[in-house]
């Protein structure tokens, strides 16, 4: 690993709940692990009337152990949709460089409404703020969601190129930067064994679970105009299946993997009329006891009309046509207060051709699993037939696993840190590109069509703490086939869930 250049992040929204609850945390464990630049500050920006003492006394309220990160931060009161202020920040940028020795190497972070991803770079920009040269950098991390459909996703990519390089923006997916997501393509491309079998030829299906337990809390006003369809699939699920699904890159660098992962979103089938009903699968959740506590119904919940058709649960089939997975079928599903909180893809492999030994739990006949835990209990499990000591020849499934848990070092980094170093190294792989962006929407975009204009489209009650609406198992092709339920002893205790 090296150090990053000098350089100042600048954060607007920088009294915000990411900000505090996310970005300053990660920044905090960089230091803790020596990996920020040895001249480095952030400078936070908001309406707020912070001055940078007492902007380091809210951070310090907010954040365990704060370690050294504390003096770094510094804080300018200005509104960012203020186009008169711009210049006051750059001569202060300016100063702080000087003043600190050092190139004037800047990230401009938007951890702000979405409505400010038009405005802030435009007016950094009219202050020369966006312009690289003479060895310096300036980039520009953009948070989700990147756009609310195909049109205005592209709106935005256009009116930032006109100011900005595609290399200086980062947008970001916050799964892409979970340390076991990036782990796919170590487990797929580092060995020999997997990748023969990781196709149409052995693969039946696949499946990607993103569930929650909570609902949407405090969030009901964002969540409402989004819903789970834009608010986790287009992006998240998404990008899970380029990485499952993509080919190999013939190097690991930013643009040969997002070439891969955009030639997958360019092959997803789309899914159109008709198919919308029978294979895209709408829920929101019901008020319910579960395990003795009464959860809110989403209608219920803070910034949500009571008569809301927001979807807070979906699942799909897709399809991807190209060589490799021409029949095979996708399934992915993501909902808000499921049972637990758990994401993994899970490769069903095709059954063995001819059947000699008896099943002792039928179901394993059905093929074997390749699970891939992403969160919680990060690691890989195989599920495959062994024989029953004793006589004859009986099969009983078993599990050979992996967990990162049972590493010596087994300290996972925070989506979050890996991102902001990466950004800060100027490595946009764990970023998301415009093009890719833009073709996730391209298929999402019917389906959200569909879902406004066609009140026919069933939108499926589903009590707290189940899987989601009942009708998300007829999805699944094939008899005896259904999701996989994660977890065990649900009876006793609904959070706990392993491999
Ligand atoms: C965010 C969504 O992008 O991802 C949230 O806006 C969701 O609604 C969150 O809860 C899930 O992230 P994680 O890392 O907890 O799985």
Redesign the pocket.
């Known amino acids: 690993m090296y150090k990053p250049d000098d350089h100042i992040l600048v954060i607007f929204g920088a009294s915000g709940d990411l900000t505090r609850r996310k970005l300053i945390y990660a920044l905090r464990e960089l230091q803790k692990l020596d990996l920020l630049p040895g001249k480095f500050a952030v400078l936070g920006i908001g309406r707020s009337a912070y001055t940078d003492d007492s902007y380091r006394e809210m951070i310090a309220e907010n954040l365990d152990d704060p370690g050294e990160i504390l003096p770094q931060l510094h804080y300018l009161s200005m509104d960012p949709e203020d186009e008169k202020a711009y210049p006051g920040l750059a001569a202060h940028l300016a100063g702080m460089s000087s003043s600190m020795q050092m190139d004037p190497n800047y990230i401009f972070y938007l951890a702000t409404p979405p409505s400010l991803y038009g405005a802030i770079p435009h007016h950094l920009s009219k202050v020369g703020l966006t312009r690289e040269g003479g060895g310096t950098w300036r980039r520009i991390i953009i948070e ?2 990147f756009g609310t459909d195909f049109q205005s996703a592209r709106a935005l990519n256009a009116s930032l190129l006109e100011l900005l390089q595609e290399h200086q923006i980062f947008r970001i ?3 892409l930067g ?1 340390e076991t997501v990036q782990n796919v393509l170590v487990t797929r491309f580092s060995n020999g064994i997997f990748e023969p079998l990781w196709n149409r030829n052995f693969v039946d299906h696949v499946e990607v679970t ?1 569930s ?1 337990n ?1 609902g ?1 809390g405090s ?1 009901g006003g ?2 409402d105009h ?1 819903g ?1 369809l834009r ?2 699939l287009q ?2 699920l998404l990008q899970l299946v380029g990485l499952v699904a993509m080919e190999p890159p013939t190097v690991i660098s930013s643009d040969a993997i997002r070439n891969e992962v955009l030639k997958v979103f360019q092959a997803i089938r789309p899914i159109r009329g008709d198919e919308i009903r029978k294979r895209v699968i709408r829920g929101q959740y019901m008020a319910s006891s579960v395990r003795g506590e009464t959860l809110k119904g989403y209608r219920e919940e803070e910034g949500v009309p009571a008569n809301s058709r927001t979807e807070t649960f979906v699942a799909m089939k897709l399809f991807i046509d190209n060589w490799r997975w021409g029949g095979v079928p996708f399934y992915i599903r993501t909902g ?1 207060r499921l049972p637990t ?1 758990v ?1 993994e893809i899970v490769i069903h492999f095709k059954p063995s051709p001819h059947t000699l030994f008896d099943e002792l739990h039928p179901g394993h006949g059905q093929g074997n699993l390749l699970v891939i835990r ?2 919680p209990d990060e690691g890989i499990l195989l599920k495959f037939g062994m024989k029953v000591q004793g006589a004859g020849y009986k099969v009983q499934e078993v599990n050979m696993d992996f967990h990162y848990k049972d590493l010596m070092d087994s300290y996972i980094p925070e ?1 979050y840190q890996r991102l902001l170093l990466d950004c800060m190294q100027g490595d946009s792989t764990l970023y998301a590109r415009g093009d890719a962006v833009e073709a996730a929407w391209k298929f999402v975009d019917p389906i959200l069509k569909a879902w406004k204009e066609d009140p026919a489209i069933p939108l499926h009650g589903y009590p707290c703490g189940t899987w989601g609406p009942e009708v998300a198992d007829q999805i699944i092709e094939g008899e005896e086939q259904s999701w996989r339920y994660p977890c065990k002893n649900l009876a006793d205790d609904g959070l706990y869930c392993e491999l």
Do not use: F, W
């Open positions: 989700k969601p997916d916050h799964y979970k993103s929650e909570l949407v969030r964002y969540y989004s789970a608010d986790m992006n998240h808000k909180r994401t992403i969160q989506a």
